[in-house]
Structure formats: structure tokens, C-alpha cells
């Protein structure tokens, strides 16, 4: 299944909406387009993740998000997880991210 990706900046807000699957394939370009808007919005605080379309995470998907939190959370970035299934709460509370940002189950 294709990712589909789309961020939307709101005040002070970086709001991402992610469909489809988060893997080696999409999770660069997910990163990539991050990094992008962070550059040209740079009074971002939050970014919220939604996710009640992403139906699987792989291992790559989630270290991007942790190199996410590492590389912009020194900026003083939350981050949190909204509207998560089941099945992609597991693999992000298996890998530890459950620990280091907010994440919400769907």
C-alpha cells in the first residue's frame, strides 16, 4: 500500500496526516518534507501526527521518528501520536517510542 503524507502548518502547530504504510520506502520522504517545513516555518512547537489511516509502522518508519525527536525536539518540538491502531500501537510500544512521545490509540 502507498503512503500518502500531508503537513499543514496552523500557528505554531506542524500538523502531519499519514495514510497507508510507513516504511524504508516512505519514511525518508517523510522526513525530508519534516525537515522542509521546520526550515520554512520556524516557530513550530508541536508536530501531531495523525494516524488513523496508517495501518503499519516498520522499524525504519519508527527510527524516523525518533531521528525526528532527536535531531528537532533540541528546538524545543513536542511531538505526539494521535489516533493510533491497534496493531501500529504494538510496534511503536515494542520499539520504546511510546516512552519518549505522547501517542494516543485510535
Not at 23 to 34: G, I, N, R, T
Not at 58 to 79: M, P, Q, T, V, Y
Not at 80 to 106: C, F, H, Q, W
Request: proline share 4%.
Amino acid at each position: 500500500m502507498e503512503t500518502q503524507m500531508s503537513l499543514s502548518p496552523n500557528a505554531d502547530t506542524l500538523n502531519v496526516t499519514l495514510s497507508g504504510e510507513l516504511d524504508s520506502l516512505s519514511a525518508p520522504k517523510l522526513y525530508d518534507q519534516l525537515s522542509q517545513a521546520l526550515k520554512d516555518q520556524p516557530n513550530i512547537k508541536k508536530i501531531v501526527f495523525e494516524c488513523q489511516n496508517l495501518s503499519y509502522i516498520s522499524s525504519a518508519g519508527a527510527g524516523i521518528l525518533l531521528l525526528s525527536l532527536d535531531n528537532f525536539g533540541h528546538r524545543g518540538i513536542d511531538f505526539e501520536l494521535r489516533k493510533v491502531r491497534p496493531e501500529v500501537y504494538n510496534i511503536l510500544d515494542l520499539l520504546g517510542l511510546t516512552k519518549v512521545m505522547a501517542v494516543s490509540n485510535a
